[in-house]
């Protein structure tokens, strides 16, 4: 069997993801802990008497001789992935295929490898993430005291600053790695516990006493993988629910990130841009096109992303008593495909934070245009302090605003400054150069730069240099 492009191939084979992810999810890498797993059970076998320790040596020296194209053919025939892999790996070791997969049933092999790529793709996005986190806190660091005006409701409210807005992006992918760390730190395996969970199958070739404790206490150490302290046939789909959710929980931090990104983009803002290539092309048919599809494609997968924690919960809620088969199928594409989409996501988050574009022309005029208008609220509780009715002021203010969010909307320059700066009614509380510095919005920032400098230290000294 080979496949080229004249057939379908899945955007996740070439298009989306590291090769490093696609190789923890290759059928290759599969089959290689298939046979990881039957060398150690074997070899722990040997420990208590149950096979020849050269039965187990036998099956060592053929661990990583995975004949795919020989496994292929003898599934054909039987139909059963995991024991056509038997029988190949058999095949290649003469003295000890005759013992392998002694008291196992197939998803005691399955299900532990399978952790174990839980296990490994956890690591390898927890440490993309680690990086993306570091190049967070060097860009608040250096944005911490550039000031912008921030919108809610998208509009125009208050200033804040770039620094402080990015640590807010930073805040929650911080609770992500939070979250995955403390997900890859309690994944667990099924154990060797054969085909209900209840260790039949091995309780009768070790017998009594506390053999059988002591067997999956050895394979445990073996294999550095706590088993669930009970489990059916395979471990508890809640697993894969749990992994899941922490991926699509991360799909959504950087979903903002990447729609903040789109906005901000967009020529009426323009504050922020992702890298564009010098011969990067927009539009076949517009040819000064600039569009974010970096941002757009983390937006598009993130939606892919955060629908497959349903999927687990199904595959969870609907096992029915001790196993049914209906999970497989779909875990087949689930569990590689969630990892490849949050792999995609967190390397082409890194790509836009390092080449990240920021036009503080863009900023400054936005600053001038519409921080007036976040001035009032410093200025009416100045006029307050200084003895004036403060309901008076705030309907005066807002007539203030009215008229100059009207000459804005005519292409006129905002008039506000000016206009409050002659009122005699405010300035028989206020003299106007004290009215004229209330109305500054640059300096209506509170501690936020203190406050995001102080969380990219922290974010640092907790997980980019520990």
């Given at each position: 069997m080979s496949f080229d492009y004249d057939t379908y191939l899945s955007p996740f084979t070439w298009r989306y993801g590291s090769a490093e992810m696609r190789q923890v999810w290759s059928e290759v890498h599969k089959r290689r802990l298939w046979r990881e797993l039957w060398c150690v059970l074997a070899e722990v076998q040997a420990e208590f008497g149950l096979v020849q320790p050269e039965q187990a040596a036998d099956l060592r020296l053929h661990v990583e001789q995975v004949d795919l194209r020989r496994s292929l053919e003898i599934e054909a025939e039987i139909h059963h992935d995991l024991m056509a892999e038997l029988k190949a790996f058999a095949g290649q070791a003469p003295l000890g295929g005759g013992i392998l997969h002694l008291g196992a049933t197939s998803m005691d092999i399955e299900d532990n490898a399978d952790v174990l790529r839980l296990r490994q793709s956890l690591e390898l996005l927890l440490e993309r993430l680690r990086h993306l986190l570091g190049l967070f806190a060097d860009r608040i660091d250096a944005c911490s005291d550039t000031v912008l005006i921030a919108f809610t409701h998208l509009q125009p409210a208050e200033p804040s600053t770039l620094g402080y807005r990015l640590a807010q992006y930073a805040q929650d992918l911080l609770q992500d790695w939070e979250e995955l760390d403390r997900v890859r730190v309690g994944l667990r395996g099924k154990g060797f516990n054969g085909a209900v969970g209840t260790g039949a199958s091995y309780a009768e070739l070790l017998g009594g006493g506390d053999r059988l404790a002591r067997f999956a206490e050895r394979l445990s150490a073996r294999l550095?993988?706590?088993?669930?302290?009970?489990?059916?046939?395979?471990?508890?789909?809640?697993?894969?629910?749990?992994?899941?959710?922490?991926?699509?929980?991360?799909?959504?931090?950087?979903?903002?990130?990447?729609?903040?990104?789109?906005?901000?983009?967009?020529?009426?803002?323009?504050?922020?841009?992702?890298?564009?290539?010098?011969?990067?092309?927009?539009?076949?048919?517009?040819?000064?096109?600039?569009?974010?599809?970096?941002?757009?494609?983390?937006?598009?997968?993130?939606?892919?992303?955060?629908?497959?924690?349903?999927?687990?919960?199904?595959?969870?809620?609907?096992?029915?008593?001790?196993?049914?088969?209906?999970?497989?199928?779909?875990r087949r594409s689930l569990l590689p495909e969630a990892f490849l989409i949050a792999d995609e996501l967190l390397r082409t988050a890194t790509r836009i934070l390092e080449g990240l574009q920021v036009n503080a022309k863009a900023m400054e005029q936005n600053l001038a245009t519409y921080g007036p208008f976040a001035g009032i609220e410093r200025l009416l509780m100045g006029l307050a302090k200084a003895g004036a009715d403060r309901q008076e002021m705030h309907e005066n203010l807002r007539q203030h605003a009215l008229r100059a969010w009207e000459a804005l909307q005519a292409g006129q320059p905002n008039p506000l400054v000016e206009n409050i700066s002659r009122d005699q009614d405010i300035l028989k509380y206020l003299p106007e150069i004290e009215v004229?510095?209330?109305?500054?919005?640059?300096?209506?920032?509170?501690?936020?730069?203190?406050?995001?400098?102080?969380?990219?230290?922290?974010?640092?000294?907790?997980?980019?240099?520990?």
């Open positions: 550095g993988l706590p088993f669930y302290p009970v489990s059916t046939q395979v471990y508890p789909r809640k697993q894969d629910y749990r992994v899941t959710s922490a991926l699509a929980g991360l799909g959504g931090s950087l979903y903002k990130f990447a729609f903040d990104l789109r906005l901000l983009q967009s020529p009426v803002f323009g504050e922020l841009s992702e890298p564009f290539g010098a011969r990067q092309v927009g539009s076949s048919a517009m040819p000064f096109k600039r569009n974010p599809i970096n941002a757009e494609k983390i937006d598009s997968l993130a939606r892919a992303l955060a629908q497959m924690p349903r999927l687990a919960w199904d595959n969870a809620a609907h096992s029915l008593l001790e196993r049914t088969l209906d999970d497989s199928a779909n004229r510095d209330l109305l500054k919005a640059s300096q209506y920032l509170g501690d936020a730069p203190q406050r995001a400098r102080k969380f990219a230290e922290a974010m640092r000294l907790s997980v980019v240099e520990a």
